[in-house]
């Protein structure tokens, strides 16, 4: 068995990779502890700060760390095993065609590095597709264990929309909203990734084997933990913060007023991505998590695929192909002239703030409309859905009739 002393032997780029997947066997996903010492040294240089004895370690880096004496105790016990488990999980992660993906290489999806100190030291990647690839057109689908019919129906309809439209759907391979948005997408051959909390080879929960299987097959598992781990509950609030970090939005089905759903929504705030909720009937407690992201302006109100394409499609990537061919829309397809929809007032006041010449930032724009920042991104996204408003570098400006404004 290699000794992972020799870390220090191997090129600069295969000795932090070794590292980041030896300490995905010391330390829980997360840990803005271990983030913060990242800051200060390279994982390579990590792993041999935690063979050293108490007075050998350099109080300055722990102190700006913020590292405890008793965190590098556990975490040190932890190493002494964890060279034999990671050949373990290498040679079971080969049988199953498992790949590690780490910070910095190809296929690493960069949205995740705005987790900041709670960034993965990497993941575990089931699947043939490219992870990055697959990611930069994804929204996260999550909802209910103890779904309803409705939330059941509405999942179905919104996902399997999404995915013929090219869009990969994101969960978390739970029972309810989770199993049925990654059932909906492989029945119409879309593109799904499921984020475990628990290693790739975990079959979790049990009664979705069949499911995960073929996710495996047609789509993407990932997960933080390596083979063999299993779920605990601190894992999943663990776990959601990637499904939110790694999409473009984050859309919430059924959810009650404590629920993952809830958690998932709120990684997806503090980190500027869309959320969306679907309304439900207003005395079901499944959708009252719902109902209360919409009250407070967390999230934005989503009944079908084309409000959640207003939202995050015409952030970066709009769909005008199908846009203009829709008659609902643009007012039939034989119209000489489609006709758009009126401006609502924030629309109006979004507009009002952008030039024709000079691009208008995100920080520029809350300053000259005050409005709240979900109102404000989701009128950008609708605006620039109609083709009122364009993308550009440092940000977004109107769009004249030279142009082709409708």
């Known amino acids: 068995m290699r000794n992972t002393d020799q870390?220090?032997?191997?090129?600069?780029?295969?000795?932090?990779r070794r590292a980041r997947m030896l300490l995905t066997h010391v330390v829980e996903p997360g840990s803005e502890q271990?983030?913060?010492?990242?800051?200060?040294?390279s994982p390579a240089e990590v792993v041999p700060l935690l063979r050293e004895s108490d007075d050998q370690l350099t109080p300055p880096v722990l102190a700006a760390a913020g590292l405890s004496v008793d965190t590098l105790r556990l975490w040190r016990a932890r190493l002494v095993d964890a060279p034999r488990r990671l050949e373990r999980t290498q040679r079971h992660h080969q049988a199953l065609g498992v790949r590690f993906v780490a910070p910095g290489e190809p296929e690493w999806p960069t949205q995740l590095d705005q987790l900041g100190p709670t960034r993965p030291l990497g993941l575990w990647v089931r699947g043939r597709a490219d992870l990055r690839l697959w990611a930069l057109r994804s929204v996260s689908v999550v909802g209910a264990r103890a779904n309803t019919d409705y939330g059941l129906s509405v999942t179905r309809q919104i996902t399997a929309d999404m995915a013929q439209r090219g869009w990969t759907v994101v969960s978390g391979a739970a029972y309810g909203i989770d199993a049925a948005a990654h059932h909906a997408t492989l029945s119409v051959a879309g593109r799904t990734i499921a984020v475990l909390a628990c290693g790739v080879d975990v079959v979790y929960p049990p009664c979705n084997a069949d499911l995960l299987r073929e996710v495996a097959h047609q789509g993407l598992i990932i997960s933080e933990f390596p083979s063999g781990e299993r779920v605990y509950r601190s894992r999943f609030l663990q776990r959601n913060r990637i499904i939110a970090a790694l999409t473009r939005g984050s859309l919430i089905v059924?959810?009650?007023l404590r629920s993952g759903a809830l958690n998932t929504a709120n990684h997806a705030a503090r980190l500027n991505r869309q959320v969306m909720a679907v309304p439900g009937p207003v005395h079901s407690s499944m959708s009252a998590g719902c109902h209360e992201l919409i009250r407070t302006g967390v999230a934005n109100l989503a009944s079908d695929a084309r409000d959640v394409l207003d939202l995050i499609a015409g952030l970066g990537e709009c769909e005008q192909?199908?846009?203009r061919a829709d008659a609902t829309l643009w007012g039939g397809e034989d119209s000489a002239a489609p006709q758009l929809p009126a401006l609502r007032p924030e629309h109006a006041q979004v507009l009002a703030a952008l030039g024709l010449r000079v691009s208008r930032d995100l920080a520029d724009l809350v300053a000259r409309t005050d409005l709240p920042l979900p109102t404000l991104t989701a009128a950008l996204g609708t605006l620039e859905a109609q083709g009122r408003i364009?993308?550009?570098p440092g940000g977004w400006r109107r769009v004249s009739a030279q142009e082709g404004y409708p």
């Open 7 to 16: 870390i220090v032997h191997q090129p600069p780029d295969q000795a932090n």
């Open 34 to 41: 271990m983030g913060a010492l990242l800051e200060h040294l």
């Open 254 to 256: 059924e959810a009650a």
């Open 321 to 323: 192909p199908q846009r």
């Open 390 to 392: 364009l993308t550009c």
